[in-house]
């Protein structure tokens, strides 16, 4: 069969996306040049449309219209402007503030410290971090990373470097999931919860 570059490379592009394998990015391809309709067009028209139309935020790292930089969470009034959640990344900020629980500033660092994909402290937008602090009067820095390895020795390292500046850190709490059972628990999350207990 004829080698086909163009195939071969929308499988290799697909493929990069996160959660695509291999397999996967090929019958992906095959959808989209088999398809009739027009997908194809449809997809690279839309792709295309969201380079020129979606930025990063300059100040938090968001996603946000590139005629509006910086994002509107940075610029509009909020009620604990304060305080600065600091999360890995852009879709975290979208989680939380659907969540409607917070209402101060966002800081996205864009990664979290992997020696085994290479990501140091030098990845990570630590620097303005520790700018926006200063500069925008921040009192609180909540730190809103997972649990895993990685996460944790984010966290560990961001206490570290705040605990030169005159702000309070904090951690999200962790417990157990709206609408599950002790019984379904590791012993890790049971003992964040307690630990993180409220009065009632």
């Known amino acids: 069969m004829q080698h086909l ?12 996306l996160p959660g ?10 095959m959808t989209l040049v088999q398809d009739e309709k027009g997908l194809m067009r449809i997809l690279a028209n839309t792709l295309l449309e969201a380079d020129d139309g979606i930025d990063s935020c300059e100040r938090c ?8 930089n910086p994002c509107e969470l ?9 305080i600065l959640c600091v ?4 879709g975290d900020i979208i989680k939380i503030e659907e969540s409607g ?15 085994m994909f290479g990501t140091g402290a030098a990845d990570l937008r ?24 990685e996460s944790e020795a984010t966290s560990s390292y ?8 005159d702000v309070k850190v904090s951690r999200i709490a962790f417990g157990l999931p709206a609408g599950s059972a002790i019984e379904y628990s590791d012993a890790a999350t049971l003992s964040r919860a307690i630990k993180g207990r409220q009065d009632i």
């Open 5 to 16: 570059i163009p195939l071969d490379n929308l499988v290799a592009a697909l493929s990069r």
């Open 87 to 90: 999360v890995e990344s852009p």
């Open 101 to 115: 629980g917070f209402q101060g500033r966002y800081h996205a660092l864009m990664g979290r410290l992997s020696p």
């Open 158 to 165: 961001l206490k570290e470097v705040l605990s030169t500046r």
């Open 20 to 29: 695509i394998g291999r397999r996967t990015a090929e019958r992906m391809a």
């Open 74 to 82: 940075c610029t509009r009034h909020r009620k604990d402007a304060h």
């Open 126 to 149: 630590v620097d303005t971090l520790l700018a926006r602090i200063s500069d925008e009067g921040i009192s609180e820095v909540l730190i809103a990373l997972g649990t895993d390895v």
């Open 61 to 68: 790292g968001s996603v946000t219209l590139s005629a509006i």
